[in-house]
């Protein structure tokens, strides 16, 4: 086995227990398969690394067979269809766009000066520049809150919150959002919108729904996405904030796509020099210097939520929890 054969197969075993276990059986068997394929290695390893990871894969073969195989139907399925599957993992990315971690965020927003003007970086299609915009649910029903204008389709979103989380008794105010993404996703194109649905995994039917109503909201409330750059095209995005507003930068799993250290630390000194109140919402890993301040042991596949470079919260990916620190 090659060095790089060895680094996928650690790559889809690590998936497997990691990320999969407890989230979708069926991509822990998919991935536990994938890392012992001789087929699927040679397949990963004529691609760039960057389109090599799991969900990807995974959600390729889902849109190229309009169906959710068999995990031993795998290697027959990409043998058939390996030409159709790389030109889609080449053409496409993984822009998950989970509205849910609105329901994490919320606490944050919700304590600032308001009105705010909130800019998301890596935005994807922005459904989480929508905050205002969603009902949520703390520890199933304790706590509620949702828009005046509530209707039947709008997503619920369900949180688990232990600690003192600082819960809001009102949704914030937001009067501009704007969001930045080398590759926004227009959600009028129903191409682009169900490319994001098959990234949903499966046996995770909850978060599918929350997904579509959540399209549906943003359709009707267009916004604004801008092509560009953390570094380079942030800082004109700033200036276009309104005066009288708590500028808001923030963003959710983005930063470890951001390979290059060095520019995640001109990210950093960016945010912390600004005069935007920044939120970060990441794997612990991706901020080290963040992840230090936290004295207790860090629980295995949370983010790290912090405020201006403040520990504040371990949050589920998904949003589906938060553990308050302070």
């Not at 389109?51 to 190229?64: E, S």
């Not at 250290?261 to 935007?276: C, G, H, I």
Request: charged share 20%.
């Amino acid at each position: 086995m090659t060095v790089l054969s060895s680094v996928i197969e650690r790559g889809y075993l690590g998936f497997a227990s990691h990320e999969a276990k407890d989230n979708s059986p069926i991509y822990e068997e998919w991935a536990t398969h994938v890392a012992g394929s001789p087929i699927f290695h040679d397949f990963l390893m004529a691609l760039p690394e960057a389109k090599q990871q799991p969900n990807l894969l995974f959600a390729a073969i889902r849109w190229v067979t309009g169906r959710v195989p068999e995990v031993a139907e795998l290697d027959e399925t990409l043998q058939r269809q390996s030409g159709a599957i790389k030109q889609e993992m080449m053409n496409r990315s993984t822009q998950t766009n989970e509205a849910g971690r609105c329901a994490t965020l919320l606490p944050l927003l919700a304590r600032l000066p308001q009105p705010l003007s909130l800019i998301e970086v890596g935005a994807s299609a922005g459904l989480c520049l929508l905050p205002d915009h969603y009902a949520y649910d703390y520890n199933n029903g304790a706590h509620t809150l949702a828009p005046e204008t509530n209707a039947p389709d709008t997503p619920v979103l369900h949180c688990q919150a232990t600690g003192n989380v600082p819960l809001p008794t009102k949704l914030p105010e937001v009067v501009w959002r704007a969001g930045l993404e080398l590759n926004p996703l227009n959600l009028q194109d129903e191409d682009t919108a169900a490319w994001l649905q098959t990234l949903v995994w499966p046996g995770q039917e909850d978060r599918l729904h929350r997904l579509q109503k959540a399209i549906a909201v943003a359709k009707q409330q267009k916004v604004q996405l801008v092509k560009g750059n953390l570094l380079e095209d942030l800082p004109a995005l700033l200036e276009q904030i309104p005066t009288g507003t708590t500028p808001v930068v923030f963003h959710s799993a983005v930063l470890n796509y951001v390979r290059d250290t060095t520019k995640r630390e001109a990210f950093v000194d960016l945010m912390l020099n600004s005069n935007a109140h920044w939120i970060s919402n990441e794997a612990s890993g991706v901020f080290p210097q963040f992840a230090d301040k936290v004295s207790n042991p860090r629980p295995s596949g949370r983010f790290l939520l912090c405020e201006n470079g403040e520990p504040r919260a371990w949050t589920g990916p998904h949003g589906q929890s938060i553990d308050w620190i302070e």
